[in-house]
């Protein structure tokens, strides 16, 4: 029994801590993305957000990026972009026009008069058969991604159900409180 209570013991605060952890990066990103968005509406310029999170719904980038893995984003100059790399952008196609999509940049086309300018990026899903039919421009492109991480779109799913709130929320914070009220109570008893 000593045992098993050190295991969970173990196990509890490597959770606690990577949650920690994660929620101290996320807050890190949300407060730097805060302060460009701010500087930026100061200078009158538009463009896409530092950082961005987005949870993959389709087969397109099998097997590098899976089905409910999340992909972090963040926004590069067009010139920084190189074939190889994984960008999310905005659709142009009809039935998903103005959704992010996540491919593989397989080629830069550049004007033609002036070999500097960009005119835009030739993108692919690594699972798909052809290149995506629509030239991407630069001012399109919402950001390269840097980290995926896998299955936490299951998460999200789970989440928007109230069966997911009670599993991942109410419970947990119910044992947490349960267990606190257990001890006052042994302390307690100790005490007298």
Not at 134 to 150: K, S, T
Not at 151 to 157: K, V
Request: charged share 20%; with cysteine.
């Amino acid at each position: 029994m000593e045992l098993a209570k050190k295991i969970f013991k173990f196990l509890s605060s490597i959770l606690f801590y990577s949650v920690f952890l994660i929620l101290i990066v996320v807050f890190v990103m949300f407060a730097v993305s805060f302060v460009d968005k701010k500087i930026l509406m100061k200078n009158g310029q538009y463009r896409h957000s530092l950082f961005g999170a987005y949870i993959i719904i389709s087969e397109s980038m099998i097997p590098r990026i899976n089905v409910y893995d999340a992909v972090v984003t963040m926004r590069v100059d067009a010139y920084d972009i190189e074939v190889d790399d994984i960008i999310t952008f905005l659709s142009k196609d009809i039935e998903t026009a103005g959704t992010p999509i996540t491919h593989r940049v397989i080629g830069i086309v550049y004007d033609t008069e002036d070999n500097s300018k960009i005119l835009g990026f030739r993108t692919k899903g690594d699972h798909n058969n052809t290149a995506d039919f629509a030239l991407i421009g630069p001012d399109e492109v919402i950001g390269r991604v840097f980290l995926r991480i896998p299955m936490i779109g299951y998460l999200q799913t789970i989440m928007t159900k109230p069966i997911g709130w009670l599993i991942i929320v109410v419970i947990p914070c119910l044992l947490i409180v349960g267990s606190d009220i257990f001890k006052l109570i042994k302390t307690s008893k100790i005490e007298e």
